[in-house]
């Protein structure tokens, strides 16, 4: 056991999963030599060699479209998207081609694929590196998507995506990478999809995040612990598939609900989340459930990025208003 | 002004173009492409660029500056290609490490480092200064360029658009749909790729498999060049010869421009990492800078006292630009909804005036 940044528990699982599987592949811009630019990759292709660390030309529709064809010769690629943000220029291979795969082929040609894709804000960027555009991925049936929020998660969720004979988009927060400290086992571990992790426990209302939100969350409702607030947080772990019951348990205990997400609000994830509970645990809601989110603008420059995001305060503000306390 | 006859290898484009050499003396035959004059302003240009990027480098060490990428190693392949063209007409479509095209074309240095500062309205060009804005997303720009050749023909002007990208953004598909269009539509437009050696940590060998991306111009139906991107008289060379040909109407023109990135590239990248000392400093020995200020002190244009003067005079532009910056106002958090709708939605317009509610500051 040691204590892990996020990007060693995810250098790790990767050293230790292609030691463990031959077939497994990573590529992607920047992560040879340079273990890519935040050095998730480091020492790696040193180890492994460049067959099966590959430094990609700067296309990140060739690297996902390719991945496929590796994929389909019965390998087991993990491509890195530099950010999350560049994922665009991939959309059609990714939403078109990655994730209806099976279903086009009937069967035949699954895609036992990771791509791995940097994002969210807190670490003053340029534009387009920080969005956070899981909204847009889960929209995409035949994929999944993991959202790690503690060192702990990345290393289980991730050897879990490598395992997983199905897609997976995983989305690994920037600003965790050095500030996201946890005790991660050097034993072999997989933490399942699908199942949402209580964070905390509470009885008043019931904070449900996904990725570096987790944090904010958590801090917020340990804030309000203190005001006699009994907040519950869930993190949710994976978007798809999504822990239904894990959420109207939940929402059954405390009645009330808010979730947090860094996203924009309109047709943000949050959104899905909500319906969810309407559906499932509709007779134990006491109050509207509320959300903070960001704004429905883009991602702004980096001088004013914390006005953006959810805030522990924006959090507080919102469990307090769903709490009936302002 | 008649440059050498182009060599067949030159023509073939795998050879590049090179007029001055690093000593800073002319090749045999060849006239100068500027006039000492000219030379000499495209020189304070290069100067200039040079020394923002030291200014720049101290300010963002200091905390006073976010990210960003210096230009030092290809002042001569910004400035020669900007130099081709009519700023009152002509248009940059760049990628973001051609700060001096931009201030060619108008923009200012006070813009550059509001924005650098974090304050969203120094990426607006005021009218008039014919750019558009920098493009994070590699390759996303050279599209526009095509479009906005074809758009201004359209309407009747005669401009023509150079757009820069790098060897890294080549490799995207938008590069790809852009020069096909641009041979199909006989746009006026200058493909400016700045092959400066990485994208980031990767090299050159790891992007392409082409001796030079020039030759893929011929796939597009549409002539390419290979220049020495260290050369100021080659590369102005190179790129008014293409301007010549889009306002001829006879269409797009491809350059690459070999030049070398002798900085990280950004701050917030470690090079040492990945780029070969022994490489780095073959390329320093051909710092476009030098080449030029030797042949103005060759030809009586430049000398130690002028050179002294001229270098204050750039300090003092720099330092009035950054004092500027830094006295304009502070940024707001209501920018985040400034000119995202011309008409806001109401939802969002509720947003925008619930910024600092619960102390979100
Ligand atoms: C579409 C896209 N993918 C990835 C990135 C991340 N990125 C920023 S700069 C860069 C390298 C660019 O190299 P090149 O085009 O050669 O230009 P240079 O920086 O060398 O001037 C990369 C990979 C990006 N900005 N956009």
Redo the contacts with the bound molecule.
């Keep these: 056991m040691a204590v892990l940044n996020m990007v060693e528990a995810i250098r790790q699982t990767l050293a230790d999963e292609m030691a463990r599987d031959g077939r497994i592949l990573l590529l992607g ?2 992560i040879g030599r340079n273990g890519g630019v935040f050095r998730a990759t480091d020492g790696l292709q040193e180890r492994f060699g460049e067959d099966r660390v590959v430094d990609m030309p ?1 296309a ?1 529709a060739v690297i996902v479209g390719a991945s496929v064809g590796l994929a389909a010769s019965g390998l087991r690629p993990v491509a890195e998207l ?2 999350l943000g ?1 994922g665009s ?1 991939a959309f059609h291979q990714i939403e078109g081609q990655v994730a209806r795969m099976r279903f086009r082929s009937q069967g035949r040609y699954g895609m036992p694929l990771v791509i791995r894709a940097p994002f969210g804000g807190n670490v003053r960027t340029p534009e387009l590196h920080s969005d956070a555009h899981e909204a847009k991925y889960v929209n995409s049936p035949g994929l999944k998507v993991a959202m790690p929020a503690s060192a702990y998660d990345a290393r289980g969720l991730l050897a879990e995506a490598i395992r997983d004979p199905d897609p997976v988009l995983f989305c690994e927060p920037l600003r965790g990478y050095r500030r996201i400290k946890d005790e991660v086992p050097d034993a072999d571990y997989t933490v399942p999809f699908g199942q949402a992790r209580l964070v905390r426990d509470g009885t008043d209302v019931a904070v449900i995040a996904w990725s570096a939100a987790v944090t904010v969350a958590a801090e917020a409702a340990a804030q309000l612990a203190a005001d006699g607030i009994s907040c519950a947080v869930l993190d949710l772990r994976t978007l798809v598939p999504l822990d239904v019951r894990a959420l109207a348990e939940v929402v059954a205990r405390t009645g009330r609900a808010v979730v947090v997400h860094e996203a924009p609000m309109t047709a943000g994830f949050g959104a899905e989340v909500i319906a969810t509970i309407q559906e499932e645990a509709f007779w134990s809601l006491e109050a509207p459930i509320g959300r903070v989110t960001a704004y429905d603008t883009p991602y702004p420059i980096a001088s004013v990025e914390e006005h953006y995001l959810p805030s522990i305060e924006r959090v507080k503000h919102a469990i307090r208003r769903v709490a009936g306390e302002v | 002004m008649g440059p050498a006859t182009a060599t067949a290898r030159e023509q073939a484009a795998v050879v590049p173009v090179t007029r001055l050499g690093p000593d800073g003396v002319l090749a045999p035959g060849c006239d100068p492409a500027l006039s000492s004059a000219e030379a000499l302003a495209a020189f304070r240009l290069m100067l200039l660029t040079r020394t923002y990027d030291e200014r720049a480098f101290s300010l963002q060490r200091q905390g006073r500056l976010g990210t960003f ?1 210096p230009v030092t190693g290809q002042e001569a392949s910004v400035v020669g290609s900007a130099w081709a063209l009519d700023p009152t007409r002509d248009w940059v479509v760049p ?1 973001y ?1 051609e700060l001096p095209a931009m201030l060619r074309q108008g923009h200012t240095l006070e813009k550059v480092l509001l924005y650098q500062m974090g304050n969203p309205v120094g990426n607006r060009m005021e009218e008039g200064v014919n750019v558009l804005p920098i493009q ?4 996303a720009q050279v599209p526009h360029a095509v479009g906005l050749a074809w758009g201004l023909r359209h309407q009747g002007l005669d401009a023509c658009v150079i757009t820069y ?5 080549s490799s ?1 598909g938008d590069v790809h749909e852009a020069m096909n269009l641009a041979g199909v539509r006989r746009a006026s437009v200058i493909f400016f790729l ?1 092959n ?1 050696g ?3 940590s990767t090299p050159v060998a790891k992007q392409t498999a082409t001796e030079s991306f020039a030759l893929r111009a011929a796939g597009y139906g549409f002539p390419g060049e290979l220049v020495d991107g260290n050369d100021l008289f080659a590369v102005y060379e190179v790129t008014r010869r293409a301007v010549e040909r889009a306002r001829a109407g006879e269409g797009p023109t491809l350059i690459e421009s070999r030049t070398y ?1 002798l900085g990280p ?1 950004n701050t917030a990248d470690d090079p040492t990492r990945y780029v070969d000392p022994e490489e780095l400093r073959s390329w320093q020995a051909l710092d476009p800078i030098v080449r030029v200020r030797a042949w103005l002190r060759s030809e009586g244009a430049l000398d130690d006292a002028s050179e002294v003067e001229l270098q204050a005079e750039l300090d003092g532009e720099v330092a009035r630009a950054v004092a500027a910056a830094e006295a304009f106002p502070k940024v707001r958090p209501g920018q985040i909804f400034e000119h995202v709708y011309a008409r806001p939605p109401d939802r969002v317009a509720a947003q925008w005036e619930s910024v600092g509610e619960a102390g979100s500051a």
């Design positions: 811009q920047d700067l990140e530099q950010f560049f220029q | 990428s990628q490490r994070i997303s590699l390759a990208f790098g060897d890294g953004a995207e700045q400066n990485f994208a980031i990135r590239h």
